[in-house]
T-cell receptor, first 113, second 115 residues
Framework: AQSVSQHNHHVILSEAASLELGCNYS??????LFWYVQYPGQHLQLLLK??????LVKGIKGFEAEFIKSKFSFNLRKPSVQWSDTAEYFC???????????FGTGTRLQVTL | NAGVTQTPKFQVLKTGQSMTLQCAQD?????MSWYRQDPGMGLRLIHY???????DQGEVPNGYNVSRSTTEDFPLRLLSAAPSQTSVYFC??????????????FGQGTRLTVV
């Protein structure tokens, strides 16, 4: 069974700082990779997804992620965070059907003014 | 389109009570799933369905039942509530495609407290 590790549990940044959140997965075969965001009190929303092609994928709100197959990683980045990016971020993978996602434990991002 | 609709939004149960969390989607998605979200543990898959009449267990199925009689609805039943089932429950749906990776669309969640 696959697993997902998010090493940063709580990150505090000042506005305009750069962001990188780590995500590593354990599965030797083909995977589909996702980053979801959950704003306070809201449901999960998709930030970006990857399944093949260019390993650098761009998502909404200026986020991007890079798939590095050799490192089993799919790190999320944003050059300059905003206060409105305060949220919890989840990395997730599936290996087939879209109904079975395996999530990481999440990273809580707090952006201060 | 309303997307994925979950009811109720909040619920308090006594230990041993049963209840059904409702989930409906209006996007004609074949796939539907239930997850529970607990602090520090992310989301864990309870049950999922790949179409009407077809369900299967996820990572944490004990204490929960599901059925899928229609494409639109995927209710989650708690048979005899326990304090360990205190959690936030999310329903999700997605469509199948051989051409692209499909994303899961999530409902607003149901916050359940078992006392």
């Amino acid at each position: 069974a696959q697993s997902v590790s998010q090493h940063n549990h709580h990150v505090i940044l000042s506005e305009a700082a750069s962001l990188e959140l780590g995500c590593n997965y354990s599965y030797g075969g083909t995977v589909n990779l996702f980053w979801y965001v959950q704003y306070p009190g809201q449901h999960l929303q998709l930030l970006l997804k990857y399944f093949s092609g260019d390993p650098l994928v761009k998502g909404i709100k200026g986020f991007e992620a890079e798939f590095i197959k050799s490192k089993f990683s799919f790190n999320l980045r944003k050059p300059s965070v905003q206060w409105s990016d305060t949220a919890e971020y989840f990395c997730a993978v599936n290996t087939g059907t879209a109904s079975k996602l395996t999530f990481g434990t999440g990273t809580r991002l707090q952006v201060t003014l | 389109n309303a997307g994925v609709t979950q009811t109720p939004k909040f619920q308090v149960l006594k230990t041993g009570q049963s209840m059904t969390l409702q989930c409906a989607q209006d996007m004609n998605h074949e796939y539907m799933s239930w997850y529970r979200q607990d602090p520090g543990m992310g989301l864990r898959l309870i049950h999922y369905s790949v179409g009407a009449g077809i369900t299967d267990q996820g990572e944490v199925p004990n204490g929960y039942n599901v059925s899928r009689s229609t494409t639109e609805d995927f209710p989650l039943r708690l048979l005899s509530a326990a304090p360990s089932q205190t959690s936030v429950y999310f329903c999700a749906s997605s469509y199948s495609s051989v051409l692209e990776v499909t994303e899961a669309f999530f409902g607003q969640g149901t916050r359940l407290t078992v006392v």
